[in-house]
């Protein structure tokens, strides 16, 4: 390291011995990197190549009020969509206001009375249950007679396609396959490992729809799960396919028909994907995607360099130091709530926006125990940008992703190891 950058850690009230202990951890991740890189130049010269192919031209920036008749840019974003997720078609809008919305369009728009949902992976993300209606909610699909059911994964991460088989049934229309572990437990998949349940699936009806929450997995590999068979394809433009430019939004990528019945469902029935001005956005949304494999190749080395840095200091990470990686997530066990609260504090205290507010856990609705979170970003709620969050009770798992640079996620977790030795919940040599 340089003189002039280590005076600058010093400045910013990093000791030595943690700079030192983080820096040779960073050197031994090298080659790790390395193939971070890889794929992310793979996955820009894929974008480049879909926006080229679908001649991106400023006139594709203008903004588009009212209902948003022969919107071009919105329409070119949608075919450059197509093009990288190889994919008939696709629906990215902003008035698909998160993930969890997009995810609802998909669903309610591709099913109908007496339908049932397969999940074949456990358990979706937490506000799917209220979608789905799991959780008894005003308006969630049960209130539409359209049922659930549920595999989880065997004990040791596998999948139980004994059950998978056993579960579908006449009403089966979907299956819904949640690519990353969320805020859970078990294991992430690879998009090897969803191509197989599709086959597996298709190889029993070929008709039921696979749909694939893609959440936080955009472009942390070279392929995504529209190249192996996936019906249809569903993120948020506040994780990684946004690149941190975009302020609002979601993406559904996949077949034609399925994407048309999204699109009569976010709309209105006969206006579907004709209508829905812009507001000058597209220009956001076109730079945040391609700029996206950087970012999120940016976010994977923090999670791999934290993976290390906490394993060797004894601290159970998931995925571990040397797992292979099909999400942004890094989850670590910190075993106490001094730890994980010193944690949260120093990914807050190294953000670029309110840097100065000192995260408390807090009694936060629909969590049965206190929550701290930790966010200083441009876009409210945004977790493609360095972001943390941890349920205080055992096994004190703190779940953190993002950072729009390398560096700043590199920074933001030195500072969480600094706030963790100055409040001894750990000591270093
Ligand atoms: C974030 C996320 C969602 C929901 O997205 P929001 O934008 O927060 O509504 C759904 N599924 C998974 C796996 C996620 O990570």
Redesign the pocket.
């Known amino acids: 390291m340089t003189n002039f950058t280590q005076k600058m850690y010093e400045k910013l009230s990093i000791q030595e011995n943690v700079y030192n202990y983080c820096n040779n951890i960073e050197l031994k991740l090298k080659d790790r990197f390395e193939q971070v890189d890889e794929i992310a130049e793979y996955n820009q010269l894929k974008v480049l190549t879909a926006m080229r192919d679908n001649k991106v031209s400023d006139i594709h920036f203008a903004a588009t009020t009212g209902y948003g008749y022969n919107d071009l840019g919105r329409d070119v974003l949608e075919s450059v969509y197509a093009s990288v997720f190889n994919a008939e078609a696709s629906l990215v809008r902003p008035q698909l206001i ?3 919305h997009a ?1 609802t369009i998909a669903l309610s728009g591709n099913l109908r009375p007496g339908d049932e949902i397969l999940s074949p992976v456990g358990k979706p ?1 937490d ?2 249950e209220e979608v789905i209606g799991i959780r008894e909610t005003k308006g969630s699909l049960k209130e539409f007679g359209i049922t659930y059911s549920q595999v989880d994964m065997l004990q040791d991460g596998s999948i139980d396609y004994e059950g998978i088989k056993n579960a579908i049934n006449e009403r089966t229309k979907l299956i819904t396959i ?1 690519r ?1 572990k ?1 805020y859970d437990t078990r294991p992430t998949l690879s998009v090897k490992q969803i191509e197989d349940i599709i086959s597996y699936v298709k190889s029993i009806n070929e008709n039921l729809i696979c749909m694939v ?1 893609n ?2 997995g955009e472009f942390v590999e070279i392929i995504e799960p529209t190249d192996v068979g996936a019906d249809m394809v569903v993120g ?1 433009l ?2 990684n396919p946004g690149g941190g430019l975009a302020p609002i939004g979601g993406y559904i990528v996949g077949k034609e028909q399925y994407i048309e019945n999204a699109a009569y469902r976010l709309t209105a029935p006969g206006l579907g994907k004709e209508v829905g001005a812009t507001l000058g956005l597209n220009q956001s949304f076109f730079q945040g995607l391609f700029m996206a494999p950087q970012i999120v190749a940016g976010a994977l080395k923090g999670a791999i360099f934290a993976a290390n840095i906490f394993e060797s200091l004894g601290y159970e990470s998931i995925p571990n130091s040397t797992e292979s990686r099909h999400d942004i997530i890094q989850a670590i066990n910190m075993g106490s709530e001094d730890g994980v609260v010193a944690f949260c504090r120093g990914i807050q205290a190294a953000a670029p926006v309110d840097s100065f507010v000192v995260p408390e856990p807090w009694a936060m609705p629909g969590y049965d125990s206190d929550v701290i979170m930790a966010a200083g970003t441009f876009v409210q709620g945004s977790s493609i940008e360095l972001s943390a969050d941890a349920p205080i009770k055992p096994p004190y798992t703190v779940f953190f992703q993002g950072g729009l640079s390398w560096h700043h996620a590199k920074f933001g977790i030195i500072t969480a190891l600094q706030k963790m030795v100055d409040n001894n919940s750990i000591i270093l040599n």
Do not use: P
Request: hydrophobic content about 20%; some cysteine.
């Open positions: 998160s993930g969890t995810l993300y506000t799917l949640q990353s969320g929450d959440c936080y948020s506040i994780k």
